[in-house]
């Protein structure tokens, strides 16, 4: 359930803002990625995500300190109001996954991600506005010549000048890999009755990389109007919270078609699972569930 949600889910990193997108997706999806290196990591994210601010934006000094005054007031919020949901959230998904998943399981747990990214876009939104009101001109440039290098790179990172073929066959090892990164090692039989299931699916990294450039298209646009505080800062939260809207017609039926093959993959594949891959994956949930009660106790 969650390797396969990180593939399929929304949460690509359109968006510029590292202290909005990190913080919303990195925190939001902490228990997609944990293991020992999380809770230093989380204990130094508030220096990191300066760091990746002053990358896009060529922060001044003033600037770089009122980030990391929000930065550390953002992470206080999160560790002391976020995390013990996520405690209880993944608690509930591991007595599900426990029982068998069932289409209803995966679906709450795909909902389950989008409110949290909710929650956290919510408590960001007013201190992006703020932020985001302070700069200049030529940081919106840097910003933006920054945005073009990274696009450059993740055309390379997602192989989108390969054959289809190419494209095709990444996906599936890169699908498989993540799912085994939970399950440990599948075995020649259970890939062959699970990758037929992925065969088919439509290429997603055109249309990702195409809704990624739109996103950075209407965010640079929405700068133009930092100036106007209140209606800033509406907008600015309209965009955070509706990252759905203004999608074209032909990659949201892709997206929906990608959802509703992804859940039916994902129930296939725990009725698969052996008795020892299933303790891995439980063991795995231990982990992070461990994980985020030593940072909640740390705060």
């Known amino acids: 359930m969650f390797a396969?949600?990180?593939?399929?889910?929304?949460f690509d990193a359109s968006c510029p803002l590292t202290y909005l997108r990190c913080l919303?997706?990195?925190?939001?999806?902490?228990?997609?990625?944990?293991?020992?290196?999380?809770?230093?990591?989380?204990?130094?994210?508030?220096?990191?995500a300066a760091f990746q601010l002053d990358q896009?934006?060529?922060?001044?000094?003033?600037?770089?300190?009122?980030?990391?005054?929000r930065l550390k007031a953002i992470f206080a919020w999160h560790?002391?109001?976020q995390l013990p949901d996520y405690a209880e959230f993944l608690t509930e998904a591991r007595a599900r996954f426990e029982r068998g998943l069932t289409t209803g399981d995966v679906e709450w747990f795909i909902d389950g991600l989008k409110t949290r990214y909710q929650a956290v876009a919510v408590r960001l939104s007013d201190d992006a506005a703020e932020f985001l009101a302070a700069l200049e001109?030529?940081?919106?440039?840097?910003?933006?010549?920054?945005?073009?290098?990274?696009?450059?790179?993740?055309?390379?990172?997602?192989?989108?000048?390969?054959?289809?073929?190419r494209q095709a066959s990444r996906q599936i090892e890169r699908i498989l890999g993540r799912v085994e990164?939970?399950?440990?090692?599948?075995?020649?039989?259970?890939?062959r009755q699970v990758e037929p299931l992925w065969a088919g699916l439509p290429l997603t990294g055109r249309q990702r990389y195409d809704e990624r450039l739109r996103r950075q298209q209407e965010f640079l646009e929405?700068?133009?109007?930092?100036?106007?505080?209140?209606?800033?800062r509406s907008r600015l939260r309209d965009w955070l919270l509706a990252w759905e809207q203004g999608r074209a017609p032909e990659y949201q039926r892709t997206l929906d078609a990608l959802r509703n093959k992804s859940?039916?993959?994902?129930?296939?594949?725990?009725?698969?699972?052996?008795?020892?891959?299933?303790?891995?994956?439980?063991?795995?949930?231990d982990e992070i569930l461990g994980v985020i009660r030593a940072l909640t106790r740390i705060g």
């Open 181 to 191: 990164d939970w399950t440990g090692a599948l075995t020649d039989t259970q890939r």
């Open 56 to 69: 896009y934006f060529d922060l001044s000094e003033a600037q770089a300190d009122d980030a990391d005054r």
């Open 222 to 232: 929405l700068l133009q109007a930092r100036a106007d505080g209140p209606v800033f």
């Open 79 to 81: 560790r002391h109001e």
């Open 4 to 10: 396969a949600q990180r593939e399929t889910g929304r």
């Open 137 to 165: 001109d030529r940081q919106i440039a840097h910003l933006r010549a920054t945005l073009e290098a990274k696009n450059r790179e993740l055309r390379q990172e997602w192989y989108l000048d390969e054959p289809v073929e």
């Open 24 to 48: 919303v997706i990195a925190l939001s999806l902490l228990a997609l990625n944990a293991c020992s290196v999380v809770e230093v990591a989380y204990n130094q994210a508030d220096v990191i």
């Open 263 to 285: 859940i039916a993959w994902i129930v296939r594949l725990d009725r698969l699972l052996t008795p020892r891959q299933r303790s891995h994956v439980a063991a795995r949930l």
